[in-house]
């Protein structure tokens, strides 16, 4: 299994490098010569002097994806160890069934152990969902917990089809700049398309994690750093990758941010642990109090019993309610009212809301028409601060793909997966999913790309190691993974590119990376 898995990933690169040209030579890429293009299927647009957009469908002739059951392991994990693997296989004997117990191994993650990640116990293969959801019920039946799965969404063997588009911004031809932005109200959900078509983008991207349920704060606001023509509309949630797109995109970097914000009124300060979000409910996680952990967590919604919140007037939508002391700031940070929570932050004002020690902080230093002062700093994990002006932007996700010109994905850093607990992060990280990932080559140029998923047979995605090989073929020297799933979408001149997994459509998101001429 090992030797195979090598093989997997050798060719992965292989088959990617072919197919979208040897480092940044992008313009002329040619379609893979090992997996070969379905007939007619790849194109390459000049959207504009110095942007190029490149589509086309990776194919392995090779991969034979079926139909399966896989016996879900012990407490909800998809894998189990081996004794449990051969434990089970033999009661599947034992009911009359033939299983296979299948190794799998970790990926290339920067920060996980190496070798056997643990194993699992599958039956039958059959062509299509049906027959492996009736087989599925027997094993069910039988005494089993068991899922229908597809194969080709499985790391460690070949993807029969992978629909990819890529778009390449040079900066140094391209007159036009590039911004993330979460359209008018930090608080909304839009489609990456729709904004792109108000905007006449000419490629567009979706961006950040943001709120999808009512049940983790307000839905549209981010869930990470985030920031828009140079304001900071949302915290960092612990340290992880951001796209830093400086001077209108013409200087644009990767780097893992934090960020810290302090209210100061006369010689008193406290911390603000959010910016446009729900007071107590931290979403991914990863700031100082929160419970039950302060480290980043992907789609966890944690909690801070104690918490001082920023309203910016991008935040157009009734501000939370709830006990806790609500202060109104002008233009100029002096107070204008204190008093509950709710209404709405005034043009061109702010608002601060605290429960817990920070209401009563509030109660003790907000004085009507004295000022209070907030100083906001970004840094990278270099100590190196993140100076932000009216033309720049930052987008966030999670984790790093590519550092200084080697894949380096770490996946326990930044809380995508936890190699003490597979039933958390498995499926999102090592499973062959929809992603949307942006990165940088050696000359600079900001490489956008997308992959479609979640359509067996048609296109299967990526894992994240194959993300990492996958924009490291296209010449990335830094690379990260932004949101993904049914959210990946690729805009150009206005209009969706690709192929998104949602049954209902393009997902309406947080923020997008919008190239505007």
Not at 386 to 407: C, E, F, M, Q, Y
Not at 427 to 445: E, F, H, I, Y
Not at 450 to 474: H, K, N
């Amino acid at each position: 299994m090992r030797n195979e898995e090598s093989t997997v990933r050798r060719n992965l690169g292989t088959r990617m490098g072919a197919a979208l040209g040897a480092a940044v030579v992008l313009a002329v890429i040619q379609p893979p010569a090992q997996a070969a293009p379905d007939t007619g299927s790849w194109t390459t647009e000049a959207v504009a002097p110095g942007v190029q957009v490149r589509a086309g469908v990776l194919r392995d002739a090779d991969a034979k994806p079926s139909w399966t059951v896989t016996v879900q392991g012990p407490g909800s994990a998809p894998l189990g160890d081996r004794a449990w693997a051969d434990a089970t296989a033999g009661r599947l004997r034992d009911a009359g069934f033939e299983p296979r117990v299948e190794r799998v191994g970790w990926p290339a993650y920067a920060d996980t152990p190496r070798g056997t990640m643990g194993w699992r116990v599958r039956v039958g293969s059959y062509g299509t969902s049906d027959e492996a959801q009736g087989a599925r019920e027997k094993v069910a039946a039988a005494g089993f917990t068991a899922v229908a799965e597809w194969t080709g969404y499985d790391g460690q063997r070949p993807a029969d089809r992978e629909s990819v588009h890529v778009a390449v911004i040079d900066p140094a031809r391209f007159t036009g700049t590039v911004a993330a932005t979460h359209d008018i109200s930090v608080a909304d959900r839009e489609t990456t398309s729709s904004v792109a078509a108000k905007r006449h983008s000419l490629v567009a991207v979706n961006g950040g994690f943001f709120v999808t349920s009512d049940a983790d704060g307000v839905q549209g606001t981010m869930a990470g750093i985030a920031a828009y023509k140079g304001e900071l509309e949302s915290m960092a949630a612990g340290s992880r990758a951001a796209l830093i797109l400086a001077d209108g995109g013409r200087h644009a970097r990767i780097a893992d941010l934090t960020s810290t914000v302090t209210a100061r009124a006369g010689s008193s300060t406290y911390a603000v642990q959010g910016i446009n979000r729900v007071p107590g409910k931290v979403r991914n996680c990863g700031r100082p109090g929160a419970t039950p952990t302060e480290l980043p967590r992907q789609d966890l919604t944690c909690s801070e019993a104690d918490d001082l919140v920023k309203f910016t007037p991008r935040f157009r939508a009734p501000l939370p309610t709830g006990p806790g002391t609500q202060v109104v700031l002008d233009a100029d940070g002096r107070v204008v009212s204190t008093g509950p929570r709710g209404g709405t932050v005034p043009a061109g004002g702010s608002v601060l809301q605290g429960i817990g020690a920070a209401s009563d902080w509030l109660t003790a230093h907000a004085r009507q028409g004295e000022r209070i002062a907030l100083e906001e700093v970004v840094r990278d994990t270099t100590g190196r601060r993140v100076r932000l002006d009216s033309d720049d932007s930052v987008v966030s996700a999670a984790p790093t793909l590519v550092k200084d010109g080697r894949i380096a994905i770490d996946v326990a850093t930044e809380g995508t997966l936890d190699p003490e607990n597979l039933s958390f992060g498995y499926a999102w990280s090592n499973v062959r999913q929809p992603r949307t990932m942006a990165g940088l080559d050696a000359k600079g140029r900001l490489i956008l790309a997308t992959v479609d998923g979640r359509q067996p047979g048609v296109s299967e995605g990526f894992t994240l190691e194959e993300a990492a090989r996958f924009m490291r073929s296209l010449g990335a020297v830094q690379a990260l993974n932004l949101d993904g799933g049914g959210s990946t979408a690729m805009a150009v001149n206005g209009r969706l590119a690709n192929v998104t997994s949602d049954a209902t459509g393009e997902r309406a998101v947080g923020d997008t990376v919008q190239v505007l001429p």
